[in-house]
């Protein structure tokens, strides 16, 4: 048997959300790398048809769906009819998120909700649906992308934290629950990579050399670094890893 065999996406249709730039986008070009069709998400109409363009002219087939991961009712009824319509979801990975920093003692509370609605319960609401389907047919993949700061916190970022933290040990019950189904539901953990999400932070110079000294690597992750990672979760590879959460931090995590 080729080993390489094993990471091959070809025939496979993975669906991101909150995928037309950042991480969302980089993750869709290396899924697309290793040969899965493309679904692009996101609600901002433009910036998706942009983003499907841009992997289109590198030979990837592509699809959009554009709907609001934080509505249940929107986010099923895409799934439901991109299954119907097209064709089934192989591979998810939920990837939808947002940041707000400001100090805990003055974070309003509308925000908190939003936060939550974004990086928690969009990964409920799309998972769910697209677990449905997933499990009628005995398999599946589901990536939840989780933080460092699943596992750490740093100043102003408290729900933020609380958000990540979440999606971890919610990644950990759907594996629980649905790995007798044949899915495979597993996280992948950023740590500090150069993304807009982290744009204030990137050109903070005394942040960047606070993380350099912090980090056993002693620089910035690069987006792309992260695919390996993803294709291994998404492809037979880890057929037998469920309910893990694989940081890819550059040792952050590893070090006091």
Same mark, same amino acid.
């Given at each position: ?31 697309a790398g290793a040969g899965a069709e493309i679904i692009l998400n996101g609600r901002n109409q433009m910036r998706l048809s942009e983003a499907a363009m841009q992997l289109r002219d590198t030979g990837a087939t592509v699809h959009q769906l554009p ?7 929107? @986010? =099923?009824?895409? !799934?439901? &009819?991109?299954?119907?319509? *097209?064709?089934? /979801? ?40 697209? @677990? =449905?389907?997933? !499990?009628? &047919?005995?398999?599946?993949? *589901?990536?939840? /992308? ?111």
């Amino acid at each position: 048997m080729n080993t390489l065999e094993l990471f091959s996406l070809k025939g496979r249709k993975a669906l991101i959300t909150g995928s037309s730039r950042g991480i969302g986008f980089a993750l869709a070009q290396g899924l697309a790398g290793a040969g899965a069709e493309i679904i692009l998400n996101g609600r901002n109409q433009m910036r998706l048809s942009e983003a499907a363009m841009q992997l289109r002219d590198t030979g990837a087939t592509v699809h959009q769906l554009p709907f609001d991961a934080a509505d249940p009712v929107d @986010a =099923k009824r895409a !799934i439901d &009819r991109f299954e119907q319509d *097209i064709g089934a /979801i192989d591979i998810l990975v939920n990837n939808a998120g947002m940041q707000f920093r400001t100090p805990l003692e003055d974070y309003p509370p509308a925000k908190f909700d939003e936060l939550m609605r974004t990086n928690v319960n969009s990964v409920f609401y799309v998972g769910q649906a697209a @677990a =449905k389907h997933m !499990i009628a &047919r005995g398999r599946g993949k *589901i990536i939840n /992308i989780c933080s460092i700061n699943s596992a750490l916190a740093r100043p102003t970022i408290a729900p933020y934290t609380a958000s990540k933290g979440a999606v971890a040990n919610l990644t950990k019950g759907m594996a629980t629950d649905w790995a007798k189904h044949g899915l495979h539901i597993n996280g992948l953990a950023p740590g500090y990579f150069k993304t807009e999400l982290n744009e204030a932070l990137v050109s903070n110079p005394e942040f960047t050399q606070w993380l350099e000294k912090r980090t056993p690597m002693a620089r910035w992750g690069d987006v792309s670094e992260l695919v390996g990672a993803a294709v291994f979760l998404a492809s037979d590879a880890s057929s037998f890893v469920n309910g893990h959460i694989l940081y890819v931090d550059g040792a952050i995590s590893a070090t006091l």
